[in-house]
T-cell receptor
Framework: DTGVSQDPRHKITKRGQNVTFRCDPI?????LYWYRQTLGQGPEFLTY????????KSRLLSDRFSAERPKGSFSTLEIQRTEQGDSAMYLC?????????????FGPGTRLTVT | LAKTTQPISMDSYEGQEVNITCSHN???????ITWYQQFPSQGPRFIIQ???TKVTNEVASLFIPADRKSSTLSLPRVSLSDTAVYYC?????????????FGSGTRLLVRP
């Protein structure tokens, strides 16, 4: 399967713990996006990378959140000192670079539950 | 205000055509409008994308008026498997930066 993959699919953690999620995009895609989705809502943009450069960050991405994409391949999203409000589905997507025309392919998501 | 608006839910019957409209008054110039389908516990799946007028592919059509302040996803002859949540995705320029914003989603229920 050459689609976008995310790991883990599910994560349960206690409040205050740190968690890290991984996303492997489609290999030829140079853009990678992170979104957060809560129940009954549409995905909310968090950040995106073009190759290894992080080009845009949402205000939703507080200083407890950090994302990296070393060497422009896979990406990690880390949440430090998790809070119950961080419970959500974290989605990763990738696309080719082509101006504003972006067919994003999404991974299955990582569901985070903070207890 | 950069915002996309969709109906919360729609009901239909198998074989009918379904039209879902998304309003996006302040869409960024040169930005494309994209629609996604999402099933429970899965990531969104690309359906169709367009810039203006009409786009058609093997699963849907997308109608965009000249002012581009709205778009309509048209699903011909829906089946039970089309029961899902449908989102529009649009880019806006806010505070001099470009933002991608999903609509809140339209929950489509297709009945036998």
């Amino acid at each position: 399967d050459t689609g976008v993959s995310q790991d883990p699919r599910h994560k349960i953690t206690k409040r205050g713990q740190n968690v890290t999620f991984r996303c492997d995009p489609i290999s030829e895609h140079n853009r990678l996006y992170w979104y957060r989705q809560t129940l009954g809502q549409g995905p909310e943009f968090l950040t995106y990378f073009q190759n290894e450069a992080q080009l845009e960050k949402s205000r939703l991405l507080s200083d407890r959140f950090s994302a990296e994409r070393p060497k422009g391949s896979f990406s990690t999203l880390e949440i430090q000192r998790t809070e119950q409000g961080d419970s959500a589905m974290y989605l990763c997507a990738s696309s080719e670079r082509s101006g504003r025309r972006y067919e994003q392919y999404f991974g299955p998501g990582t569901r985070l539950t903070v207890t | 205000l950069a915002k996309t608006t969709q109906p919360i839910s729609m009901d239909s019957y198998e074989g009918q055509e379904v039209n879902i409209t998304c309003s996006h008054n302040n869409i960024a110039t040169n930005d494309y409008i994209t629609w996604y389908q999402q099933f429970p516990s899965q990531g969104p799946r690309f359906i169709i994308q367009g810039y203006k007028t009409k786009v058609t592919n093997e699963v849907a059509s997308l109608f965009i008026p000249a002012d581009r302040k709205s778009s309509t996803l048209s699903l011909p002859r829906v089946s039970l498997s089309d029961t899902a949540v449908y989102y529009c995705l649009v880019g806006f320029v806010m505070d001099s930066s470009y933002k991608l914003i999903f609509g809140s989603g339209t929950r489509l229920l297709v009945r036998p």
